[in-house]
């Protein structure tokens, strides 16, 4: 057999395999992206059956599924909302940030991970999952509740911060001295809010460049602009993934509602195979060295996780019972945990990162999707009664 | 009688409405940016909870809002005169064998002849309010009248009889 009836075979075998896994995933209620990080294992370094010819077609399939990702985000939120709710919610977001970025900080310099270690744990502790924990809001009925605005703006300002975040991640990647560091993240922050104030200011300019009516060129050229603007931010040293989500913020009104709508198809697949490539590289064997650390780390940033939840409904005015689901509907993490790990790991930080954040993330996924169900049963709404009555 | 009405943007899915009644129950109204609604109904136990959440599809809101509309604008009729001394409200129904079906309400000179006055038509579900004499009457509607009750009464036997 030549090499071009073995891509196929590989890249068809391996497709077919996800979709299995996915109507798998979603008859258990489960998200699929640890399966396709399990599935991704299983094939790759030190797995059971390595790929040889597809492997690098994944490689760039996971790089569009990354950029895809984050325009989709990107295109979600119109830049007025944006700016809304990091005006309502910095106070959530700051303690977001301290109470779930810090312990990963810690857990990587315990483990003698370097900065870029540090950094990049930060991040794949700090961000809850917004895909997940949006369809678990809806698929629990919980979209009209008076607590999910709170839910809610915890997510947007996590991904609004990922557009600072990630370029200092890749600063400190590049930076060898700590002040050539400080310099290149002070570059990186000051191009991001450059390009984010001609998105605020001039989105809909860029909105006209593409018409609504034409599917076709709308799909083609969004993900043109998508990757040419991530492109030049790689290329000033400001993560790509980055450039893709401001895009998706400039574009706005029907043309974003459509450019939604022609991409989605696309990101899923992108991103499914994005997931199944860091299983792929991820050495299987060391899976078991990282374990330790990423039950202890998974443990007790879902405790600092349930306690922002409970802290930001707190503040909105939201009762006990309230509190309690947005606390526990938060602990899951998931596509940018492994975007951020997935960078560093690229970007030169120790490889045992990938698979502590495959761990880790299969561990949060698993239990968080039974902890958003505890304030459902009729144990905790009886606990809930019962301290009401108490406290009368 | 006012009635507040809360708006709140959910970023990334769309934005939600509130009502709280006047008996203290909250009911909301989510409305996906795809063009989906919900519609919510809170817990009593735990007023940030939604004990229900029902999907509509966007014809289903719009009879529901017509079903609504008509009995929220015939109902204010009714109050609004109820506290005025000697004049009353009633719903006369158009008898399918009355000799002004199909002819416009003007013919029937129903304020001339008892001083009563047509303040709406109910059909179909939906209201037609304040109906001009050139309004022709259909088979079924209801005829929302103001006046004395005599001048009622003469109507009623107006409408169903034509004139004495």
Redesign the interface.
Known sequence: MDDGTLILIEIGAVLLGMSLLGRLAARIGLSPIPLYLLFGLAFGTGGLLPLHEAHEFFETGADIGVLLLLALLGLEYSPAELVSNLRQSKYAGAIDFLLNALPGAVMALLLGWGPLGAVALAGVTWVSSSGVIAKVLRDLGRVSNRETPAVLSILVIEDLAMAFYLPVLTAVAVGVSLWQGAISVGIAVGVVLLILFVAFKWGHVVSRLFSAEHQESLLLGVLGLTMLVAGLAEGAQVSGAVGAFLVGIALSGRVAREAESVLTPLRDLFAAMFFVFFGLTTDAGQLLAVLLPAVVLAIVTMATKVLTGYLAARRAGIGVPGRWRSGLVLVARGEFSVVIAGLAVGAGAVPELAPLATAYVLITILVGSFAARITDTKWFKARMRQRALVRR | MTIRIEK??????GT?H?LVTESGRRL?V?AY?DGER?L?I?DV??????R??IAITEDEAEALADLLGTSVAVSRLTALTDSTSGLYTEQLELAPDSPYLNRPLGDTKVRTRTRVSIVAIVRDGGVVPSPTPAEVLRGGDIIVAVGTRDGLEAAGRLLSNGPD
């Open positions: 709140v943007d959910l970023p990334g899915i939600r509130d909301s989510v940016r919900n919510g809170f136990e735990d007023p940030d909870a939604c229900d959440s």
